[in-house]
């Protein structure tokens, strides 16, 4: 076992050492690897009254992660969705869901494809790293090669990383987002990490 974590190490440190970023390609903040953070910066593609992002989480206090600014008169009181975005795992506080109000009326945003949508054109970076989270891409700022990005007219390109279990393998990727349609292009930067001892990492 021990061999095994010694070569796995000794690899992982090969591969790294490979992986190159441009040096135009800026450092993602620290804050941003975190999607709880990143909902404050959606600038929704249609105009909605009023929108929070919630967790399926029993408490009604605790299940608000954020929730815009909404008029005085105005308070939405509506069950979980049986889904919702980021399941990680089954039961209790275990997904996210959009709920927003539009012309009076309730509509919930409760899968990746849906919180796409309402995310739509990609007008800054916590939208881009959300939209390539909905993908199974997230990103870690510790390493260049894993959290850096760089932003034109057309594109956020950001260079993320997507993880694999038994065995473990975390791959970096250049991941570009195009801003009005979100569409997004996926291209392997190399694999930096591989680990047979699934319990370990």
């Excluded at 010694?6 to 190159?20: D, E, H, V, Y």
């Excluded at 954020?66 to 105005?74: L, N």
């Amino acid at each position: 076992m021990k061999i095994i974590i010694l070569f796995s190490l000794i690899l992982s440190n090969l591969l790294f050492a490979q992986i190159r970023v441009p040096d135009d390609y800026k450092k993602i903040p620290n804050i941003l690897d975190t999607a709880d953070y990143l909902y404050p910066f959606i600038v929704p593609d249609k105009e909605y009254a009023y929108w929070r992002v919630l967790t399926n989480d029993a408490d009604p206090e605790k299940a608000v992660i954020y929730e815009s600014e909404a008029p005085e008169y105005m308070t939405i009181n509506e069950p979980a969705p049986e889904q919702g975005f980021f399941q990680r795992c089954i039961g209790n506080n275990c997904f996210s869901y959009i709920l927003a109000c539009k012309k009076d009326r309730s509509v919930y945003f409760s899968n990746e494809q849906q919180l796409r949508d309402f995310i739509g054109t990609i007008d800054n970076l916590p939208e881009a790293i959300l939209i390539a989270a909905t993908y199974g891409y997230s990103v870690d700022p510790r390493n260049r090669f894993t959290g850096s990005y760089k932003i034109d007219e057309k594109y956020i390109s950001i260079y993320g990383l997507q993880s694999k279990s038994c065995p473990v393998i975390h791959e970096s990727f250049l991941l570009k987002i195009n801003r009005k349609t979100g569409k997004l292009e996926a291209k392997s930067n190399g694999i930096y990490a591989i680990n047979e001892d699934c319990r370990t990492l």
